[in-house]
């Protein structure tokens, strides 16, 4: 291991993510909202923490290998998030227990959306845009980690898109390929960004918040600055334009930057992926707007049909916005919404849950199984669009299957532990596993009324579920650490 | 398809079936219940049934091939479950809906043993023996099915117990091979049958009594005679005789097989999945202990035990006795079991759930992936004890889980869907499918109270997690009729 090196990049990351806490400083001084000293003093702790832990080693110049990477990841995402709890914590308009700030900040950063708070709009202006940007910040780190470090890790099948990424990515070298690759996604990602904030603008939105929601739009995160979240703006306007944002942000950046390059939409209809997403997608938005719409659960067709698309999307996705409150939906609808999270997005992308990828994977393997029943001679090879699929990757999207099912179980047992009732743990464990954010029963709105302990294992779950699940477990292992 | 060699075998078996309902009608008799007309009539009915479907194809003898086979296991369990519908659905004394005979005749002979039953001691003593023994004939059925059947079908990667089998079974020829493994293993399952009754009449039950629960726990059916099940007798070396019975119950019968002709205990020590399956048990006993403990749930420390070790036992290996409320358990109790029920038994035995063997295997194979993780040019193999297992049986265990969870997914949202809540709906679709019985929420004393669609629904449950899930999807392939 080369501790030296992960650790001058980790300084280094700590000092870059100090300079992202002087915009909500500014927003601080714009509104005179009070929160400046809180921003003024995390800048200068983190920056030098940062130092600190970069100084000794800023010579340690050799590359980094694959193992590494490991370390790194789960590093960068754990600092990073123990770092965010400082503002948070110093805002004394905002009395926030360690727990309840650490929660905050996890959430905020794995892109989970699961929030504390209450009252949000009550807050200072500066805290609602740290909060937003957090989620902004997680999404660039997310697809830095789907597109240039899950695919070299190998980890859960993601060695698939090695070739497919944007530079040449294919050897051991980290540093210099990541940087190239992440550069190119970004572009587009503040792109989708910029436009998204305009369009809420347009629709409605002071910039505020159209920016705001903007970045936890594109970051399939589902923070809001207020308590009724989307549900605030009361527009069916402003609803879509958050569908077609959600939708867009939930595909395969990968797939985005070949139609860029390419200037041509083929790319979209060619992708199995993105074909299986819009697909479940759109399955999804007519079950719920058929049955909210026999349960007469809206006064009105195009509301019924704009609140379903709004709630499908926005879960499935596992964005978590809200308009109104879906867990008590008729029947079937929350859990399947629940259970559709789990799907998520598409890899390469800063949507959550188990990936479509993987789970058109798992199901191609399911139907050649049967056909192997049938025709027990056959030769069958599990494929995705015409690509053979190597079966050591379908071996490993196996392997992650297993394991995700079993952080689940672990997780919830333990949240049941803590006392929550049955539909609470599950919900929350599916919530923050998926990186989703709101659950179902007492975790339907928000995570204040759960015990402390409840809220660490759900911080788990989040880094757990944004990590990819074996990009943890491989540190848990004694080989890892052995030679 | 050989369709007349099918209808053959199903006319003698639907004969061999109304023999099976003469000891009810002789209980009938002893009794003087009333019973016995309805035993008559249903034995009249189904044996010029049989008779009908055999004569026209008697001459039928061309060998059966491994296709054939789905056909046949399928038709087997929906034929004699809707057969064994008949003397329930007969009987005055027991006014009951055709759905719920029909549930309770599908619960009986799949061993699931949730019942829509109340009041079942002051039911005639004809029908009450003739639900137990329904449960034993399942249990009977089911040997055949995962000893001799599935492993030629090659379902869920059970073609790893091909080798295994006694007697020489690994050509296309079923009929006597058949015939010839079974023979053994009964022997085996009417001894345990003997000796379990005897253990509980001279631990103070009645030979009734006995007989009948001797039926439903070498099963692992979970019948019982009393709406109070096993805690009727209040008996904690009758719980003890049960825990010892379900655990040689829910064991490979191969290996029980191989011990007794080996004359050494050898065999279970040796046997990864007997080993798994010993200490999944144990770890489960020691949980459910310490928290019952922990939480005073009982006033002395051997009652705790003694009914903790009972419902962990009766649980996870998928009887389903119950000796108290373990529903209304303290903290993540009733959940862990659940959980539980779906790692199961052991392959080749009565009892339901995915299997250990499978369990291992899913988890042999994420240890593999955490490997290939840290050492991506490592060669490791998934073995089993010092077996290699060949990858082809990894992936069709890994379909078969795929296929679980889906299949799970579905009846659990179409129980939604029929109005039953988040709770009930899980683990009664938890219940059914790995063939427990008894649920949480509405369904934890019974099935009586939940509207009819959601009972067939739980119906089909049943038969899928029976028949192994692919058993029942093959049918529903096009490839499967076409050729
Ligand atoms: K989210
Ligand atoms: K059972």
Not at 417 to 432: E, M, V
Request: overall charge neutral.
């Amino acid at each position: 291991m080369r501790f030296r090196g992960i650790l001058r990049i980790l300084g280094l990351l700590i000092c870059l993510f100090s300079a992202t806490l002087i915009p909500p400083g500014i927003v601080a001084l714009i509104y005179e909202d009070g929160g400046g000293v809180a921003f003024l003093l995390s800048f200068i702790v983190s920056i030098v923490v940062g130092f600190v832990v970069w100084y000794p080693n800023r010579n340690e110049r050799s590359d980094l290998k694959v193992r590494d990477g490991f370390l790194l990841t789960v590093l960068f995402w754990t600092v990073l998030g123990s770092v965010g709890i400082l503002p948070l914590w110093f805002t004394a308009e905002v009395p926030l227990s360690i727990t309840d700030a650490a929660f905050e900040s996890f959430s905020g950063l794995t892109t989970t959306g699961a929030t504390i708070l209450t009252g949000i709009e009550h807050l200072p202006h500066s805290i609602l845009f740290y909060r937003q940007q957090l989620q902004w910040l997680g999404g660039m780190g997310i697809i830095v980690l789907a597109v240039a470090i899950l695919p070299m890790l190998g980890i859960g099948g993601m060695q698939l898109y090695r070739a497919e990424i944007p530079g040449p990515l294919k050897d051991a070298k980290m540093t210099p390929r990541i940087a190239d690759t992440a550069k190119h996604l970004w572009y587009i990602y503040v792109a989708l960004t910029l436009v998204c904030a305009v369009a809420y603008k347009l629709a409605g939105m002071g910039w505020f918040d159209a920016i705001g929601h903007a970045f936890s739009t594109i970051a399939v995160g589902g923070f809001s600055t207020y308590d009724a979240s989307m549900g605030y703006f009361d527009s069916s306007t402003i609803n879509t334009i958050c569908v077609v944002f959600l939708i867009l942000s939930s595909m395969n950046f990968a797939v985005h930057y070949a139609a860029i390059t390419g200037r041509s939409l083929w790319g979209y209809f060619k992708d199995p992926e993105v074909r299986g997403f819009v697909f479940i997608q759109a399955v999804l938005i007519i079950i719920v707007f058929m049955t909210v719409l026999v349960h007469k659960v809206f006064d009105n067709t195009e509301l019924a049909f704009n609140q379903a698309m709004f709630q499908a999307v926005s879960i499935s996705t596992t964005a978590g916005f809200a308009t109104t409150d879906f867990a008590s939906w008729p029947l079937f609808l929350p859990i399947l919404l629940i259970f559709a999270s789990f799907i998520g997005g598409c890899a390469s992308s800063t949507a959550g849950g188990l990936k479509v990828v993987r789970v058109l994977l798992l199901f191609r393997q399911g139907v050649r199984e049967l056909n192997r029943l049938v025709h027990p001679q056959g030769m069958y090879s599990v494929k995705l669009g015409k690509r053979i699929v190597p079966p050591r990757v379908v071996e490993a999207v196996w392997g992650f299957f297993a394991a995700y099912a079993l952080v689940f179980v672990v997780i919830m047992l333990g949240l049941l532990a803590t006392g929550l009732d049955d539909i609470t743990a599950f919900s929350a464990t599916a919530a923050c596993l998926n990186n989703l954010g709101p659950g179902l029963g007492e975790v339907a709105a928000n995570y204040a009324g759960i015990p402390d302990a409840a809220k660490w294992l759900l911080v788990i779950a989040m880094l757990f579920g944004r990590l990819e699940v074996f990009t943890i477990l491989v540190l848990l292992t004694p080989t890892f650490w052995r030679s």
